[in-house]
């Protein structure tokens, strides 16, 4: 577990004293182009921002030139930073949270979920959880749903350690421990459709070739 490395923005937002890994400042990464050198550290980045161009982007950046593993990546990032970017994986984890809820006997539908590398709480969304890590490896991820005729995802945002609660904190701590007790695992390559399909629609055609009920099919 030696070659684990937790970046953040300040050090009281993962104390060193709460992990056997090493952590250091977004700021010390950045800065020391010798930290680390001729080893390829396992990263997991904490930083309290995402943005675009913010310390958190530009340290997953530099960790992806100096050839470091790093968590999330700067693909991950951007593509969570906006929904029309992370739409092409919306109708498999919507499926994906439909089977789980129809396989359980509970048919509760949360309006929130948070999965901390992939685990989640509610157990009936296990292979939910697994599903959302492989599409966007995160350290904490959180999934909003509308329950409507059938429940969809409303938004995926990452979440900051510094806005967990105590409770939410410990999950993330047990979480990482056992995510970095696992070998790394590179995201899986996705092959881009081959196909795009487009419906035009004119809402005040009398007699319309398609209902909206078909046309909502079709855009899942």
Not at 95 to 116: E, F, G, N, W
Request: aromatic residues 10%.
């Amino acid at each position: 577990m030696a070659d684990w490395v937790i970046l953040v923005d300040s050090p009281k937002d993962f104390p060193n004293a709460d992990t056997p890994h090493k952590v250091i400042t977004t700021r010390d990464y950045l800065a020391r182009s010798s930290l680390f050198q001729g080893t390829r550290p396992k990263i997991v980045n904490l930083a309290r921002s995402f943005a675009y161009q913010s310390r958190g982007y530009y340290c997953s950046l530099l960790a992806e030139a100096r050839g470091h593993r790093i968590i999330p990546s700067t693909e991950t990032m951007i593509d969570l930073g906006a929904r029309q970017l992370y739409a092409q994986a919306l109708p498999e984890l919507d499926d994906s949270l439909a089977k789980s809820l129809a396989a359980a006997a509970d048919k509760t539908v949360p309006t929130r979920i948070l999965a901390y590398f992939g685990v989640v709480t509610d157990h009936r969304f296990d292979r939910f959880g697994r599903l959302l890590f492989d599409w966007f490896r995160c350290p904490v991820l959180e999934v909003t749903i509308d329950n409507g005729d059938r429940p969809q995802i409303r938004r995926l945002a990452s979440v900051p350690v510094t806005r967990l609660s105590a409770a939410e904190l410990r999950l993330f701590h047990e979480a990482l421990h056992d995510h970095t007790r696992r070998e790394w695992r590179s995201k899986k390559d996705r092959a881009p459709p081959r196909y795009s399909f487009a419906v035009l629609y004119d809402p005040k055609e009398a007699l319309p070739p398609s209902s909206r009920a078909t046309i909502k099919h079709w855009s899942r």
